[in-house]
Each structure stands twice: as structure tokens, then as C-alpha cells.
């Protein structure tokens, strides 16, 4: 295999990918939104529950996709659990940073260990196209945390 | 390469000379040499379009149709002289009934605009059918959403094929329209339009057949199919982007209000009145494609010197080959299995994604088509969210069906 697609397919990836974490819905969860990429047509659903300060107490999701999009969704549900609004927030830079290598790298104080996790990640940035797969997850949690029910990345 | 040799291909036409015509066929991706099976989306173009494209430009180009000067009238020729080449193609009546638009969608939204909101009434019913490319679907929604017209969905079978059972039970009193592919662009399902032609005649209804995969793989005789509309487009049929054909049975054209107003297709205007042009300028307003007009005339011609009758012989080998070698593979699922396709191989692989096959195929030099192929109902049907698509023009070859095989191969170790 190539370096770029060996990099973009890391057995970490490939691993969430065929065996997502946290694949389900929570029942009573604080919020929630649906997310939808109509460039390939899959489709997500994210959920939160939602801590004393705003901590995030659970976070799942439902949904089928490429192995990036399932990938990036698993692992965005265990890196995002006991972090603060803020933090999350943080962790979406760094990820957008490390697949588009563009705009400013986020600080990374205090969850270094969850922003290193993100590091699967970064070979995207040689797939542009792929970026919205990477992201979808992220931006779908945005929506939920916003009230918003719907997110679509075009 | 084995494989390949195990057989004896028909060669109908010499295939490397042929491709030698291509110049972007030469050119590498990502270092590897190009694989082109995405035809179907968009052919590339032989060396006599891109020549008559920069011809055009270079040393005759003017406006068309308003110019009292030597280039306008010269340009004007040539504009006219590609619809009589497009209606020879077609086998319309008269050049009066091609028109000019920038692609099949155009068309599709240009009969639904005119001929559909003139003629339908809130009740009345267009039949659709199960695979259509969202460009015959959503033009008639919108008029639904406008109008108040139905839209019934013929069904298709597993294997792809419309079900002409279920087709004859959608037809009555009420049926006004059969909008219809003529090619599924997932599938390669090959529809009997003819007889589905016949038989919406039959119910009293007229029929719109959606061309845009059938132009490039198969002789279309409008005349002899019957047809009342029939909508294509240049670029994939080997010709310029930004042009496409509306044929148009002459009476109903006639008949038909314009499409958008504008220059050139009035024959005089004062604010209290217009007089709207004849056919097919009514339908053409304001300045058109061109060179793009002009340039369709060689793709048409380079496609009619080869014959339809090698072209079909040589993809016939391509699909049945392309359909024996994928469906060796572990775990491959071949979507459209009807036979006498045209066209495509649309498959899913075990867990892999479309879109992980087909990047991983990209960095070999393939390009093929991943997703839903704007044909969503189809998806739904289908019960998958997205099928990736190999698809084959005339240029290709069983080495390059070869180099798919060994992709796919490359993706199922990797997705194992």
C-alpha cells in the first residue's frame, strides 16, 4: 500500500471503523442532531448527555458511513466524554487542524492525551475530498450542542 | 493479464489507435497511468472535438443568428449545420425539432417548464420509474409542487429491469406523461422504450425518454421509437460540456409556450406585446453555446464513423468481462443484473465504503464514481447508501478491467 493511503487507513481507523464505539442511541439524552453528507449520502445521528457544568456524561451515535466518517464518529464519542463545552470545542480545531493543516492549532493545555488521539487523523489532509467525512461527526455534535436538529456539510 | 489472454476479446476496432486519439488518456494520476472508467458522469474527448473547439475560436467565431457580417453568417452555418447533424443522428423529421440546450437536465426542466405547465392539470399524472437520475425526478416535483400534478413510480425488478407489469398497472385515464430513462445510469439497465412507448401511446399519454446513457452505446431512431421527447447531453457522448439536445416531435413543440425569455427567440417585441420565434429559436433565447454547438457535430460524427454496431460489440466485451472478473471477487455484490446492460458496473464490497474504494483506487491512477449517483430512490430500493461505479466508453480495455479487478482486490485486503 501507499504511504498517503496507509497513513489515511491506520489500523486505529480501520478498527473504529469496523467496530464503532459507542453505536447506539441514548434514550434520554440532553441533546441531539442529525447529521447528513449529500456528496455520498450517509447519515449520522449524534447524542449527548449532558453533566452538572456542562460536562459530557455519555455521547453515542448511530449511523452508516465510509470507514473515515464511522471512524472519526467512534472516536469522538470516547474522547469527548468528561470534557467541558470548551474542551470539545478545542478538540474540533485540533482535528480540523490536523486534517486541513490550515488556520491556527488550537492549545492543547490539559487534554494533550485526547489531542494526540486525534492524530489518526491527520492523513486526510492528503484526501481534501475527505475532509467532510472526517468532520461530519464533529460538526453533527456542534448542531446538537447548538439546539440545532439538522446539520448537512455542504 | 492472464485472465485477458484466456479469451479472445472481439475486436471490433483498433483500440489502441483509437485511444491514441484521446490525448488526456496518455496522462498519469498520482503517478500511475490513467484508468479512466467514469465515462459515464463525463467521456473525455477525441483530438477532432478539442480541434474544432479551438478552430472555432481561433478563426471562426462570432455571434449566431443577428450579425450582418461574413464571421456571424459563417458562425451561423456552422450552429445550423450541427443540428442538422444532431437531427440526422437522431433520425428526427427536421432540424426544426432539436433543440439547443446546455445539457439533458435543461432539457428535461425545459419540457416540464413549458410543455408541462401548458398542457397538465392539477390531477393529472407523469410516470416515472424507480431508477431515474434526479434530473427526472425533481423537475417533476417541482411542477407537482406548482400544479398539482401526480407522480407515479413504476417499479423495478431485483435484477434491475423495469417491470412492465407494474409499468401497465400505472397507466390510465389519468396518465399524461411517461418520463423515462433510456439507460440507468447505476444500473445499465437497458429500459425497452419502445415498448413502454407503445404502450403509454396506447394509454393516451406522451412519453419524454431521458437519453443522457443511452447516446453514447446505441443508435437512436426517434422516429422509429416513437418517441414524443427525447433529451441528451454533448459530454457524454464524447463531445464539449455545456451543450445538450431537447428533440421534440415538431407539433408539440409548436404548441409549447418558451422557456425563458430573452434575445433571439422573438420575432418582435414592444412592451405591450411580444411575438414569439418559431421552433426551435422560441426555445434558444439569449446567446448560446456555440462553439460547444458547433463542437458536438465531430463527437457525433467520430461516434457514427466507428458504428454503433463495433462500439456495441467492443463494450458488450468490456461489461460481460468486467462483470466475470468482479464477481470473482470475495465479497462483491454486483448492483443491476440485468442482461444486454449498457455502460456500467455498479457494485458494494463486503464493509468497504464506495468512497474508501474509491480513494483507494484514485492513488492507483482508476477513477470510477462513488455515492449515491444522484439516483437516491434507486439507493433506497436497492437497500444500499451508495454503490461505487465502474463505467466504459469506447477507449477502454480489458487491461484496464484488469487493473479494476486488482484494485478491488488491493481495497478487500485492506478492508478485511
Avoid at chain 2, 86 to 94: M, S, Y
Avoid at chain 2, 241 to 265: C, H, K, N, Q, T
Avoid at chain 2, 338 to 346: E, I, L
Amino acid at each position: 500500500m501507499q504511504d498517503d493511503l496507509r497513513d489515511l487507513y491506520q489500523e486505529v481507523i480501520l478498527d473504529h471503523g469496523r467496530r464503532p464505539r459507542n453505536l447506539r442511541a441514548i434514550a434520554d439524552a440532553s441533546a441531539s442532531a442529525q447529521g447528513h453528507n449529500p456528496l455520498c449520502g450517509d447519515q449520522i445521528k449524534v447524542y449527548l448527555t449532558l453533566g452538572p457544568g456542562d460536562v459530557v456524561e455519555d455521547a453515542s451515535f448511530e449511523g452508516k458511513g465510509c470507514a473515515i466518517s464511522v471512524a472519526s464518529a467512534s472516536l469522538m464519542t470516547e474522547l469527548v466524554r468528561g470534557r467541558t463545552l470548551a474542551d470539545i470545542e478545542r478538540l474540533f480545531g485540533g482535528l480540523h487542524h490536523r486534517c486541513t493543516g490550515q488556520g491556527e492549532a488550537p492549545s492543547e493545555a490539559g487534554i494533550e492525551d485526547a489531542m494526540e488521539k486525534l492524530d489518526v487523523l491527520s492523513g486526510v489532509r492528503e484526501f481534501p475530498v475527505r475532509v467532510k467525512c472526517a468532520t461530519l461527526a464533529w460538526h453533527t455534535l456542534q448542531a446538537a450542542l447548538a439546539g440545532r436538529a439538522k446539520v448537512s456539510t455542504e | 493479464m492472464k485472465a485477458a489472454r484466456q479469451h479472445t476479446p472481439v475486436v471490433s476496432y483498433d483500440v489502441a489507435k483509437l485511444r491514441a486519439e484521446f490525448p488526456i488518456l496518455a496522462r498519469s494520476v498520482h503517478g500511475k497511468k490513467l484508468v479512466y472508467l467514469d465515462s459515464a458522469a463525463s467521456a473525455q474527448k477525441p483530438r477532432a472535438v478539442i480541434d474544432c473547439e479551438r478552430q472555432v475560436y481561433e478563426e471562426e467565431y462570432a455571434n449566431v443568428h443577428r450579425g450582418p457580417h461574413f464571421l456571424s453568417e459563417w458562425a451561423s452555418d456552422r450552429f445550423e449545420a450541427a443540428r442538422a447533424t444532431v437531427r440526422k443522428f437522431l433520425n428526427a423529421a427536421d432540424a426544426r425539432e432539436i433543440i439547443f440546450t446546455r445539457n439533458a437536465t435543461e432539457s428535461i426542466n425545459l419540457v416540464a417548464a413549458t410543455w408541462g405547465r401548458r398542457f397538465l392539470k392539477a390531477g393529472d399524472e407523469v410516470v416515472l420509474s424507480e431508477m431515474e437520475h434526479h434530473s427526472n425526478i425533481v423537475p417533476w416535483q417541482m411542477l407537482r409542487d406548482a400544479i398539482g400534478i401526480e407522480i407515479k413510480v413504476a417499479p423495478i425488478t431485483d435484477d434491475g429491469e423495469l417491470s412492465l407489469d407494474g409499468f401497465d398497472r400505472l397507466l390510465g385515464p389519468r396518465t399524461k406523461l411517461v418520463a423515462i430513462t433510456h439507460v440507468s445510469n447505476v444500473l445499465g439497465t437497458v429500459v425497452p422504450v419502445a415498448e413502454v412507448i407503445r404502450r403509454a401511446h396506447a394509454a393516451g399519454a406522451k412519453v419524454l425518454i431521458d437519453g443522457c446513457q443511452a447516446v453514447m452505446h446505441r443508435a437512436v431512431d426517434v422516429r422509429a421509437l416513437g418517441c414524443d421527447f427525447y433529451a441528451f447531453s454533448g459530454h457524454k457522448l464524447y463531445g464539449p460540456s455545456g451543450i445538450g439536445v431537447l428533440y421534440g416531435r415538431s407539433e408539440l413543440l409548436e404548441a409549447m409556450p418558451p422557456y425563458m425569455g430573452g434575445g433571439g427567440m422573438i420575432s418582435s417585441v414592444s412592451f405591450a406585446h411580444t411575438e414569439y420565434a418559431g421552433i426551435p429559436q422560441r426555445f434558444e433565447a439569449g446567446t448560446p453555446a456555440i462553439a460547444q454547438a458547433i463542437a458536438l457535430a465531430p463527437a457525433i460524427e467520430f461516434v457514427l464513423e466507428l458504428g454503433f454496431e463495433a462500439i456495441q460489440a467492443h463494450e458488450r466485451d468490456l461489461i460481460a468481462y468486467a462483470t466475470q472478473r468482479l464477481s470473482a471477487i470475495d465479497g462483491l455484490t454486483i448492483h443491476g443484473t440485468a442482461p444486454g446492460k449498457d455502460g456500467v458496473v455498479s457494485f458494494t464490497l463486503g464493509h468497504a465504503h464506495a468512497h474508501d474504494i474509491a480513494t483507494i483506487l484514485d492513488r492507483a491512477g482508476i477513477a470510477i464514481r462513488a455515492g449515491h449517483h444522484c439516483a437516491m430512490p434507486l439507493m433506497h430500493r436497492l437497500g444500499v447508501a451508495a454503490t461505487a461505479r465502474a463505467s466504459f466508453g469506447l477507449y477502454n480495455t480489458r487491461v484496464e478491467v484488469d487493473a479494476l479487478a486488482e484494485g478491488i482486490e488491493a481495497v478487500r485486503r485492506i478492508f478485511a
